[in-house]
Every structure is written in structure tokens, then in C-alpha cells.
């Protein structure tokens, strides 16, 4: 028997009709086979890139930009959402600062500048930075990998970033698809969403010849802690580590590590389905959809927040594939039951 059949035979021979674990199912399959071994015990960590960008300048963001210092700030203080969610199912979590527009670091301090330049000015980043940025995101994972670690889940902070996500993405879809630019944390701000679609067209413009795949993208027009996510998706594949895609954002570094290597898919687990207009066009671009996402909250907050519920969930399912009974067993029982009442 070789390992795909030996996972597909220990989850068949779970005592339950078979597939009646629906998606969780599934994430536990191809969890086993990213590993290429079934260890028994579940090692989650959540890793957070935090930064800022410098196209909130240009109106991208109804909230001051001094937001990202101050939640990430309250995520290593156990003061945000995801370090709730983190410290109630105890899973492990870091927070990377990447490029906050502070002097002083939030978190592990990996600062790359005090946030990137406005691409509606100017390239966001230079080739130097972005090749930067996608460094830590491998670093971390590999630190995380040396650690023990075997499932990771990651999220971000920084005001602008649904724009910088939408720009990336629209640059690299199939068709430049429209409707990417979402409302972010500012839910019904019509004028706020015009203001991102025409600050994204006019970048394509501007920069459209000179983008030639991902890291292009995200020098031109990404932001740190998107290149991070990417680099980090990237490193799990040379680690054999399974990892959680958030929302929308995170999704958006889905794209641009799937387009630089396509191995990553198969290491990609979806956790929830995000209220961000753009969610649906990086998944089909990735060639996923909405049937493999097991959350549909209508969570828009970012952090990570859905993609820590998801390994709260998966948690519960690796418990009992390691617990129950067989269905071998419970076959037996039945039938020896069946011969003592004859």
C-alpha cells in the first residue's frame, strides 16, 4: 500500500459514514499528504506581517494610518481579535513587523522601511525591498519549521492593504478583472471604493508595461506584508508545512506564490470566505473556488482571524481521526452481535 492509499484507508476506516466529515475531511487528507507522513500530533503557529503603505496618502483609507501601529500593537499585546482567537484554542502566534511607518518596532522587528512609498506617486518598493520582504516571509517559516511546527496560518495589518491586494491582484488576473477593489474596514463607502478603482487604473497605467509576473506586481504596487505572506506560502512548500490562506489579502499573496510556483496549491488550505469583492477572483485565478472553504461567516476583519478559526476546527477533526473508533471494528461488533442472536 502505498502513503495516498494508506491516508485515504485510515480516513475511510474512521468509524462514521464514509465522507461525512465533508470538507474537514478533506483539509486532513491533504494535510497528510503535505507532510508526506501522518503525525499524529498537531503543531499549529499563526504568523501576522504588519505594515503600513504609503497609497493611504492618496485617499485609499478612511481610517489614519496610525491604526496599523496601534492594533498591532494590541495583537502582541493579546488586546486584538486573532491574539483572542489565538490564545483561546492555544495556538502559538508572532507578530512580524515589516515595514510599520514607526521608529520603534511592534513585535519581532524586521522592519524594512518605515512603510512603503505611494505607488500612486511612485513604485512602492524598490527591487531590493520586495526581494526583502519575500526573504522574512521564508526566514519565519523556516524558523517555524526548525521550531516543530507543522500547520501555519497567516494574517496582516496594515491601513491601505485591501488596496494594495486589489492593485496586485487586478494586475495579475487573466483579464484584469473589475470589481476587485472592495470596502475594506469602511463597509458602504461608495466614494471610498472609487477613489481605490481609480487610483488602481491609473497605477496600471503607469506601471503596466514594466509588470512581467508577482514580484513585479508587488514591487510596483504591493506592500511589505503581502510580499512577506507570498515568500512564507513560497518557504512551506521546501518545508513540506500545510498552511491557511486567511481572506482577502492573504489570498491576494496566494496568487502571486501560486504564479511563482505552482507546487504551493497544494499545500494551501482555505479557511473562510471573505466579504471582499475580490475573494472569488483570487480563487478562480488560482483555480479554487467557494465549495472548498469550510467558514462562511461573512468575516471581513483580516488578522488572520478566519484562517485561526479554521485551524481550531481542524484541530478538533486531527483529535479524531487519532481517537475514534474503526469501522472495521464496528462492522465486527455488528456481526458478531448478528451470529450471537441467530
Known sequence: MDYRDEVEETLRNLAKPPGSLGLLEKQVKQIFLAWGKMYRELKPKHIIFAADNGVVWSGAAAQPPEITYLQTKNM??????????????????????????????????????????????????TEEEVRRALDIGRERVE????????????????????????AVLTALSPTHAALIAGYGSSRG?????????????????????MIKGPV???????????????????????????????????????VCAVQLNDEVRRYALLSHLSRE???????????????????????SLGEGTGAVLAVSLIQSMMYAVWHMGTLDNVNEAAERRRKGGE
Do not use: W
Request: charged share 15%; aromatic share 8%.
Open 76 to 125: 502582541v499585546d493579546g488586546l486584538a481579535a486573532v491574539s483572542c482567537f489565538c490564545n483561546c484554542n492555544n495556538i502559538p502566534y508572532e507578530v512580524v513587523d515589516v515595514g510599520i511607518d514607526s521608529p520603534d518596532a511592534v513585535g519581532l522587528n524586521y522592519k524594512i522601511r518605515q512603510g512603503t512609498r505611494n505607488f500612486a506617486v511612485e513604485p512602492a518598493m
Open 143 to 166: 524558523f517555524a519549521g526548525h521550531m516543530g511546527y507543522n500547520l501555519l496560518s497567516f494574517g496582516e495589518m496594515g491601513i491601505g492593504n485591501t488596496t494594495t491586494s486589489a
Open 189 to 209: 463607502n461608495y466614494k471610498l471604493v472609487c477613489r481605490k478603482e481609480k487610483l488602481i487604473a491609473d497605477a496600471l497605467r503607469e506601471y503596466g508595461p
Open 216 to 254: 513585479d506586481a508587488l514591487r510596483y504596487m504591493g506592500g511589505f506584508d503581502l510580499a512577506a505572506i507570498c515568500g512564507a506560502m513560497l518557504a512551506c512548500v521546501k518545508a513540506h508545512i500545510p498552511f491557511y490562506v486567511d481572506g482577502f489579502i492573504t489570498a491576494a499573496a496566494l
Open 277 to 299: 469583492a475580490g475573494m472569488a477572483v483570487a480563487l478562480r485565478t488560482v483555480g479554487m473556488d467557494e465549495s472548498q472553504i469550510p467558514i462562511h461567516g461573512e468575516l
